[in-house]
């Protein structure tokens, strides 16, 4: 959970820093990464629903990256 928290906390702030600059690929970069991080923290401990949502959030930013677009 402490971990969750704190990638919970730099994804919102990916997410405001993305509002400001769409065309910044790192903001997307840090948000997939995020996602990716929950998704394999929940499975490590059995949240497997919650680690299936992380991995649906992750793969619309891959999306987002292959097309390299804001």
């Not at 820093?17 to 970069?29: F, N, S």
């Not at 996602?35 to 991995?55: I, N, P, Q, Y």
């Amino acid at each position: 959970l402490e971990e969750a928290h704190e990638v919970l906390a730099d994804a919102r702030e990916a997410l405001k820093a993305l509002a400001d600059a769409p065309a910044e690929l790192e903001y997307l970069i840090s948000l997939r990464r995020a996602f990716h991080t929950l998704k394999g923290s929940s499975r490590m401990v059995g949240l497997d629903e919650f680690g299936a949502a992380a991995w649906a959030g992750e793969q619309v930013y891959n999306t987002r990256l292959a097309e390299q677009r804001p």
